[in-house]
């Protein structure tokens, strides 16, 4: 059996960012990921990213991305690429397959990195081929480039729809409408303006009634909405549309840490059944570990801190780094995360995350 | 349709230097890249069949997590389209129900 002493699962903004960190305080890590290349969502984020200096502010995701490798290889981390983990078991053991082979790996600490993957919307016609996920569509513009139609319907005003109509305008497609459920968008406004200045009509309180089509999506008929939340008739609208993109959310991706045995809570904030950790990112289990949207949904920003952090803290935990250096060291990225988790679209998640840390106490 | 040209990540210089049929009919491909990137290339979008009313299915997450895009693939069903790489000369069927295991090589 192959064994490590930090085995992080998932190597995407917070997986390498965590292998990085306990690599460079004298680790031996192994990175774990199920696709043919590391490196996560950030490839197809092509926006340049917001926040300060620290949080690589004005940098481009996909350039963050080729950073962290770089950075990666060049402390010699082990990243086993095309190996899904399946299954994780007592005294730290994981389970993955490669290359249609089963094979096992012991880990003095685990992380797991996960992520989180699109949430889906029930309207008729949902399941029509053209139907799928905002970032589904980026993967395909962005990192295959390939055009997954030609007159889009983008649903969900948050930053992922926001982003994702103007990337799809960048690739050569026409997004028709951009509807919102709620009375008003959720994004940053200054995206918002982007696409309405692209020329792309942003309609709220309105959702879709159904989807056209028989094999595939032909058109959208859209409808507006009430206070309640309810359809009024007679506004109905119809478009003529190839692909309609849900950037309705996203949901953690836990399935390990619950075989595992953490402890979990409920935060529909941060997208639902979140793993409970502390400071250091560490979960109810002693020596497991989760950072980024597993420990609930916010952005590659806060995913990188956190993946640091419970990089420091499994490094630490082995004797690589002493206390006192890590205290600072963790001082320094609890201070980014609390500056990313501030204004308006922060706050919330700030009092979210509060939420998930006191849980623990809770628990005892 | 494949995206050329780009306003940030510029000029797309990949050749298609594969092969690929697909229920029969043969599409160009780029070696390694996800097939169900060349099949919507292609101008493809229903990837399978559901086994009870037989309703189309297509790309709805494109990171494997989702399955509604698998395929039989050089014999062998339920393969996830959108992170399994092109290699020359694969045979693709769209999938009806949950595929034949008999139909592997």
Redesign the interface.
């Known amino acids: 059996m192959k064994t490590t002493e930090i085995a992080v699962i998932g190597a995407g903004p917070a997986g390498l960012s965590c292998a990085v960190e306990a690599a460079r305080a004298g680790a031996k890590v192994t990175v774990l990921d199920e696709n043919l290349k590391p490196g996560g969502q950030l490839f197809k984020q092509i926006h340049k990213f917001f926040g300060s200096r620290e949080h690589k502010a004005g940098t481009r995701g996909f350039r963050i991305g080729e950073q962290l490798l770089s950075e990666t290889e060049k402390l010699g981390v082990e990243v086993l690429l095309s190996s899904t983990v399946y299954g994780l078991y007592e005294d730290r053991l994981i389970a993955y397959i490669k290359d249609g082979k089963d094979n096992t790996l012991r880990a003095e600490k685990i992380v797991i990195a996960t992520g989180a993957s699109e949430n889906a919307l029930a309207f008729p016609g949902c399941t029509l081929p053209g139907v799928m996920g905002a970032g589904a569509a980026q993967t395909m513009i962005n990192v295959n480039r390939v055009l997954p139609g030609k007159k889009v319907i983008m649903v969900g005003s948050g930053n992922v729809g926001l982003i994702v109509s103007y990337q799809l305008m960048q690739a050569g497609a026409d997004v028709v409408a951009l509807i919102e459920a709620a009375p008003k968008i959720g994004g940053y406004g200054v995206h918002a303006a982007k696409i309405r200045r692209a020329g792309v009509p942003i309609f709220v309180s309105t959702t879709i009634k159904e989807v056209l089509g028989e094999e595939m999506v032909e058109g959208v008929v859209t409808v507006e909405l009430n206070e309640k939340w309810q359809p009024i008739e007679g506004t109905e609208r119809e478009f003529e549309a190839d692909t309609v993109c849900l950037a309705v959310g996203l949901s953690p991706l836990t399935e390990l840490a619950w075989m595992a045995g953490c402890e979990f809570t409920f935060i529909p904030a941060l997208g639902g059944h979140v793993p409970i950790h502390d400071k250091n990112m560490e979960t109810t289990l002693p020596g497991i570990y989760v950072a980024g949207d597993i420990t609930g949904v916010e952005e590659a920003s806060s995913a990188m801190e956190e993946g640091r952090l419970a990089g420091v803290a499994a490094a630490e935990s082995l004797g690589y780094i002493d206390a006192q250096k890590a205290e600072e060291l963790k001082q320094q990225i609890w201070a980014r995360l609390d500056a990313l988790r501030t204004g308006p679209f922060g706050e919330g998640r700030f009092s979210a995350k509060l939420k998930q840390l006191n849980s623990r106490r809770l628990l005892a | ?9 510029g000029d ?1 210089t ?1 050749v298609c230097n594969a092969t690929i049929t697909v229920d029969g009919r043969q599409i160009p491909a780029v070696e ?3 097939i ?2 060349a099949l ?2 292609a101008g493809i ?3 399978r069949e559901t086994p009870k009313h037989h ?12 399955t509604d895009c698998i395929m039989t693939v050089d014999g062998i069903p339920n393969v996830r389209t ?2 399994t ?1 092109v290699r020359d000369g694969m045979v693709i069927k769209t999938q009806k129900g949950l595929g034949e295991w008999s139909e592997a090589k």
């Open positions: 349709m494949r995206v050329i040209h780009h306003p940030i990540l797309d990949r390694g890249e996800p169900a990137a919507l290339a979008k229903k990837f309703k189309p299915r297509g790309i709805f997450c494109a990171i494997g997590r989702c959108c992170i790489p």
